[in-house]
Each structure stands twice: as C-alpha cells, then as structure tokens.
C-alpha cells in the first residue's frame, strides 16, 4: 500500500511541473500588415520556379516565390510618413499547392523587427494561405532574440488587394516563456 501513495505522490509531482512551467509564460497579442506586391512599381515578391522557370504564373500549381515584403503598423504603407509606420520586413518563400484551383499557397518567412523596441528580433511563421477565404492560420513556430521560443499562430486577413499584390493583416497571438 505504501508503494502505491508513493507511486500516487510522484505522479502528482510530475504533473504539477508542466503546470508550473505553462503558468511562468506571457502571452503577447501584435497587429501588423504586410504589403505584398508581385507586380508594379513597387515589386517585393518574385517568381524564382515553376514549370515555365521563373517566368511561371503565380496562379499555377509548383510555382515557388520569393519575398522581402515590408511590415507596417497600419494598412497604408504611406501612413506616418517615413519610417515611423515600419515594423520590420516579411522575408521567406511561397509555394503554391493546390492543382485543381492555384488558390492555395505553402507559407514560410521570418518577420525581422526593425526600428522599434524590438529591433533585431524575430518572429517565425508558417501555413497554408487559401486565397478567397476570408481568413487564415499560420503557426508561430519560434522566434529569436526578445521573441526565443515563441508559439503561438496568426489570424490573417486581406485588408486590400489590386490583382495580386495584397495587403494583410496579421492579428498574432503567441508565448514566450
């Protein structure tokens, strides 16, 4: 009988640690846009590969881009003239997924802070984004410097768009221990 509370009462301990751990972490909440723009004056995201190279449609299943999107506080990239308005840049690739309709696209890129109190941090997200849905997931799946070992994941919806360049607002709620 005595091994058995002893067995209980260790158990018990073992729960309690996770517990203890999940109640040290913050939760932070951030709403920022990026500007995404494959076409224009102003292009930050390029088609690198598809089945015409790089000059393949982004609207066709394995086309892979680029992008070094800029990330603002507001949705117009104009707003508070200068850099007071940039959160940092948006830089990673895209693919698109689905044969049948184009409209989905694999998501991998790094927020990089810049010129804020989190300058030099980042955030890592990841995710299918399903264009014509009136939202979107992604996973934060880490992070670096102010932002090391953040999860969490981002409500992501279309703020504007002009044939496919997009504005998107991100809505990111994530830990950090």
């Given amino acids: 009988m005595g091994a058995v509370r002893l067995l209980f009462a260790v158990m018990a301990m073992v729960v309690m640690v996770p517990l203890s751990a999940t109640a040290r972490e913050r939760e932070m909440n951030m709403v920022f846009y990026m500007h995404d723009n494959l076409s224009g004056t102003n292009v930050t995201s390029f088609t690198v590969a598809g089945f015409n190279g790089s000059s393949s449609d982004f609207g066709k299943f394995g086309t892979f ?3 070094s999107d800029v990330v603002t506080k507001n949705p117009d990239s104009h707003s ?3 850099s007071g308005n940039i959160v940092g840049r948006a830089q990673g690739t895209y693919v698109n997924t689905n044969m049948v309709t184009g409209l989905d696209f694999f ?6 802070f810049q ?4 300058n030099g941090s980042t955030l890592e997200f990841q995710g299918t984004d399903r264009f014509g849905q009136p939202q979107c997931e992604y996973a934060v799946v880490g992070g670096t410097g102010k932002f090391r070992f953040a999860r969490g994941y981002a409500v992501v919806t279309t703020e504007s768009n002009s ?3 997009a504005v998107l607002k991100f809505n990111t709620t994530f830990l950090l221990p």
């Fill in 163 to 165: 044939g496919p360049n």
């Fill in 80 to 82: 508070d003239s200068g």
């Fill in 115 to 118: 010129n804020m109190e989190y």
């Fill in 107 to 112: 998501m991998s890129f790094t927020l990089i």
């Fill in 65 to 67: 881009i680029v992008m």
